[in-house]
């Protein structure tokens, strides 16, 4: 249960780390269907159609493997 833990502990950070990089190259939020706009100085992004996307292909992958 521990390693696990450990796996998943991991696995977040290095997610975390390499997912504001990966995002300027995979244009994640940029896509028609993803909404965003700026209040009182800010951006907002909600990523409805990227979410869609990748949630389809994690699911495809998983059952490739």
């Not at 290095?14 to 909404?35: N, T």
């Not at 706009?37 to 159609?49: I, K, N, Q, S």
Request: net charge positive.
């Amino acid at each position: 249960m521990l390693k696990w833990m450990l796996t998943l502990v991991v696995a977040i950070f290095l997610l975390g780390i390499a997912g504001p990089h990966l995002a300027r190259f995979i244009r994640f939020g940029q896509l028609p269907g993803d909404f965003s706009f700026r209040f009182r100085g800010r951006d907002y992004t909600f990523p409805v159609a990227s979410t869609i996307i990748f949630s389809c292909l994690l699911w495809l992958l998983s059952r490739v493997v």
